[in-house]
Structure formats: C-alpha cells, structure tokens
C-alpha cells in the first residue's frame, strides 16, 4: 500500500505533461482488489485462530490446580485474542470496500462527495476512512476531463493523509511485534522457571 502511495504522490507531483497516471492509478486500483483477495483469506484464517483460542480456553479449568500457570493461560488467551482484534480492524481498514466498483459513474461519487462536504452534523457524517477517501479522489480524477488541477491537488492531499496514516501503522505494528516477541520469550522464561 505504502510503494502505491508513494508512486502516486511522485506521479501526481510531476503531473505536467505526464501522462502515465493513470496507469498508475490503474495499478493502485488492481492492487487493492488483489489485495482484498488476500484480506480475505487472512480475515479467515483470523477467524479460525480466535475458534481455537475459544476451545483452548477449555484446558484452563484442567489446570485449575496449578493458579500460576492458570493465570499465565488466561493472560496469553486475552493477548491473542487482542491481537486478533488488532489484527482484523487494521485489515478490515485496509480493505474497505471498493466505491469505486460499487459506483456505476461520476454522478453518483459527486453525489456521495458533496453530501459527505455539506453534513455539518458528525451524528449524520458517513464516516470515510483515509483509503475510501482516496479512492474516490482518484476514482473522480480519472474520470474527469475539466478541473483536473483540483482535483490533483485534493489527490495529493489525501494521498499525504494516507501515506502518514500507513506510516503509522507500520509503527504500531512493529511495536506489537515487538511486545509478541517479549512475551513469548517471558513465557518460555515462566515455564522453564
């Protein structure tokens, strides 16, 4: 996500006279539904981790006798199972649904875009991630022939805003990584104690 990002920010900076981007609008466009394939498969394999979490909380009143490794079961289940749900909203952003496929033409996104500007009422706002918001920027400025320049400029702005939110992902997640890691080695450290 973060390479396409970045392609189309260095595409649409050099947008005079260059005539490639929307091919590389294209490529992000192929990108994502190759990628929600793979979401897909990994939202599932999710789902069968958290099944197993859930059945393997049953070994723990097994080993009721024994408090300390009892604790220590529960504390691995309540990680894992936060980590799944770390792990499946951060792909469910990622993969939010194409407008783009969903929408038959223009019409309908200047609809969605203008009434998205115009509620001033948060209550009734359709909340639209970073992803939904440039896909429609890059959906609009590829359609269209007049203001094409706006349009760039909003591309651009969007795409900053996403850049800076991957960036921050990637952060958070090395981060868990990081605390997985420890964790299963304070484990291992617990049962050889």
């Known amino acids: ?7 189309l920010q260095s595409a ?9 981007i929307e091919s590389h609008i294209a490529a992000y466009f192929s990108f994502k539904k190759k990628g929600k394939k793979a979401i897909a498969k990994c939202l599932a394999e999710l789902k069968k981790l958290e099944s197993k979490a859930c059945m393997s909380s049953d070994y723990s009143s097994v080993l009721e006798a024994d408090h300390h490794l009892s604790f220590i079961i529960k504390v691995l289940q ?65 359609r ?21 939110s991957v960036e921050a992902l990637e ?9 997985v890691v420890q964790n299963r080695v304070s484990f291992l450290n617990l049962l050889t104690n």
Request: proline share 2%; net charge positive.
């Open 144 to 164: 269209t022939s007049n203001g094409k320049k706006i349009q760039s400029q909003m591309a651009q702005r969007l795409l900053e805003t996403l850049n800076f």
């Open 78 to 142: 309540e990680t894992s199972a936060i980590n799944i749900s770390i792990f499946r909203t951060l792909l469910l952003f990622l993969s939010t649904p194409t407008m783009v496929t969903k929408l038959a033409g223009w019409p309908l996104i200047s609809k969605l875009v203008s009434m998205r500007l115009l509620t001033s009422d948060q209550k009734e706002q359709k909340l639209i991630n970073e992803v939904e918001n440039v896909d429609v920027a890059l959906y609009s400025l590829q």
């Open 1 to 7: 996500m973060k390479q396409h990002v970045q392609t």
């Open 12 to 20: 649409l900076r050099r947008r005079d006279g260059d005539s490639s």
């Open 171 to 179: 952060g958070g997640l090395e981060s868990i990584f990081r605390c």
